[in-house]
């Protein structure tokens, strides 16, 4: 249990479905953030949120949209996607921004497949 | 930019084999490095850290040693468990930065 909990554990969606991935950290920690992790591929940052702001979108499409309500709770909301979206998508959280030597806490991950 | 280049895997060894995973980086200041264990089925875990020069990390048998004059934080255990089966992956992060910066992951089996 890492404090982590992200909902559902795995999604299948056509193309033209949306849907949201949700996130929840029971740690107190400030910051969130959402990964992409495709096969034979290093780690992808998609977004951070620190006390509810965004602070970096890094370069993700638009049909990809994080919500983040507060600081206990992210969402990645999902809509007209490509089957190269298909992938593991993680979330985490850290007590403050990660160059403060924090480390992040991951869940276990959505597995999303794109039909 | 920051990168983080680990050894090329898979790694299948032996139970009781010793163990090491190369992770060397590039930053142009002085990060913090990590390494990260992703059990099947799960999310990444930290599983030790070192914030400057010379500091070792370690936990669980595991250890890394941050190495500033050849850039390393190569990864080491005295004796691997079927357990220990996973993939590691070997960050950065720089002071004051909000990202962290990983590689990309070695996946290691041991066999009984």
């Known amino acids: 249990e890492t404090g982590v909990t992200q909902t559902p554990r795995h999604l299948v969606m056509g193309m033209t479905n949306k849907k949201s991935l949700k996130c929840e950290q029971h740690l107190g920690h400030n910051a969130m953030y959402w990964y992409k992790q495709s096969a034979k591929k290093p780690l992808e940052l998609m977004f951070v949120y620190n006390f509810k702001e965004q602070t970096e979108n890094n370069s993700v499409p638009s049909r990809f949209s994080p919500e983040c309500p507060n600081s206990s709770h992210l969402f990645l909301h999902l809509h007209t996607l490509q089957p190269e979206d298909s992938a593991l998508y993680l979330c985490?959280?850290?007590?403050?921004?990660?160059?403060?030597?924090?480390?992040?806490?991951f869940g276990d991950g959505t597995r999303l497949s794109i039909l | 930019g920051d990168s983080v280049t680990q050894m090329e895997g898979p790694v299948t060894l032996s139970e009781e084999a010793f163990l090491t995973i190369n992770c060397t980086y590039t930053?142009?200041?002085?990060?913090?490095l990590f390494w990260y264990v992703q059990y099947p089925g799960e999310g990444l875990q930290l599983l030790l850290k070192?914030?400057?020069?010379?500091d070792k990390g370690s936990n669980k048998g595991f250890e890394a040693t941050y190495r500033k004059e050849t850039t390393s934080f190569h990864l080491e255990k005295g004796s691997v468990q079927v357990s220990d089966s996973a993939v590691y992956f070997c960050a950065l992060s720089e002071k004051g930065a909000q990202k962290l910066v990983f590689g990309q992951g070695t996946r290691l089996t041991i066999n009984p």
């Open positions: 985490a959280s850290s007590q403050d921004l990660v160059g403060s030597n924090q480390p992040q806490h």
């Open positions: 930053a142009t200041g002085y990060p913090s």
């Open positions: 070192a914030t400057k020069a010379d």
